[in-house]
């Protein structure tokens, strides 16, 4: 059996601790998107929205005390990330293959 110690890769903090919130909060805006493309309906959005609500209200929770956990500057601000960025990237490739928003 292999040993899998990662503590030899060193690897940063946020790469560790910030970077998988923003993963999942990406993922899953990038598969609603993928699934609602060229969908006409409000329904939609409520779909996008749903793992940047969780993602940034369970931070903001952890900030007042609401939530049990550690608040994290920088969790926020890859939820923010996360939830932006397939926006951003999607209307690029938009542009180039006639994707619909």
């Known amino acids: 059996m292999l040993n ?8 940063p903090n946020w790469l560790l601790f910030n970077y998988p919130d923003g993963v999942w909060i990406y993922s899953f805006v990038s598969l609603m998107i ?8 409000r329904m939609k959005f409520v779909w996008f929205s749903i793992a940047p609500i969780l993602g940034i209200s369970a931070e903001i929770g952890q900030y007042i005390n609401i939530i049990p956990g550690t608040y994290d500057q920088f969790d ?6 996360g ?3 397939p926006f951003i990237l ?7 293959e006639n994707l619909k928003l």
Request: net charge positive.
């Open 76 to 81: 926020l601000l890859f939820c923010f990330l």
């Open 34 to 41: 993928i699934i609602w493309n060229k969908v006409e309906s």
């Open 90 to 96: 999607i209307k690029k490739n938009s542009r180039k």
């Open 83 to 85: 939830s932006l960025l």
């Open 4 to 11: 899998a110690n990662f503590s030899k890769f060193d690897l």
